[in-house]
C-alpha cells in the first residue's frame, strides 16, 4: 500500500507531500525487504549461506561442504537431537530431515534393531543420518540405513550404503 493513500484527500493534491511519501516508500519497502530476509535466515529450510553459517557457529559444526542440503540436514539434525527419543520423536526427525514418504522405516524390538531406508535421491545425507542416529539413540540398538530406488515400472531396488556389521540388499516388488 502507498503512503500517499494514508493522507485526507486534500493532502495527497499537495506537491510536497507526494515527494515525501514517495521517497519514504523506497525507505520503507528496503525495510520491509530486509526484515523479509531476516525472517528468512531465521528459518533454516530457507536460509542462506550467511543464516547457514551462523547456526554453524552456533551449533559448532565444522562446514565441510558446499552443499546447502547437507549443512541443512546437519543442523536440523544437531537441533532435533533430544532426549528422551522414542518412535514418534524418530518419526518426528526422519520426516524433518528427509520429509514424508522419502522413507521406510522398520523396527525389530526383539532384535534390537532398526532399519530406516531411505530414497535413493537423499543418498548424500544417508551416512549422515547413519551417524547421527548413532550419537543419538542407544549402543545396544542395531542401525541400519540402505537406500531405495523407484523406477516406473512399479520395481523398487535397495543399495545398501551402511558401513559397519550388516549389508542387506533387498528387492520390493
Not at 43 to 52: D, E, F, M, P, Q
Not at 76 to 99: A, F, H, M, Q
Not at 102 to 112: E, G, P, R, V
Not at 134 to 158: D, G, K, S
Amino acid at each position: 500500500m502507498k503512503l500517499i493513500e494514508y493522507l485526507p484527500d486534500f493532502l495527497r493534491n499537495i506537491k510536497e507531500f507526494r515527494e515525501i511519501t514517495n521517497t519514504e516508500e523506497i525507505s520503507i519497502n528496503t525495510l520491509k525487504n530486509e526484515i523479509n530476509k531476516v525472517l528468512q535466515e531465521i528459518v533454516i529450510n530457507t536460509a542462506s549461506t550467511y543464516g547457514l553459517e551462523r547456526y554453524e557457529k552456533i551449533f559448532q559444526i565444522k562446514n565441510d561442504t558446499n552443499d546447502v542440503a547437507q549443512r541443512r540436514f546437519k543442523l536440523l539434525s544437531k537441533i532435533n537431537n533430544r532426549v528422551p527419543y522414542s518412535y514418534n520423536w524418530l518419526v518426528e526427525k526422519l520426516d524433518t530431515t528427509l520429509g514424508k514418504g522419502n522413507y521406510i522405516l522398520n523396527i525389530d524390538c526383539n532384535k534390537y534393531s532398526i532399519k530406516i531406508e531411505v530414497a535413493y535421491l537423499f543418498q548424500d545425507v544417508a551416512e549422515i543420518l547413519n551417524k547421527d542416529l548413532r550419537e543419538q539413540l542407544p549402543a545396544n540398538l542395531i542401525i541400519v540405513v540402505n537406500l531405495f530406488m523407484t523406477e516406473n515400472m512399479n520395481t523398487n531396488y535397495a543399495i545398501s550404503i551402511h558401513t559397519g556389521d550388516f549389508f542387506n540388499i533387498r528387492q520390493v516388488v
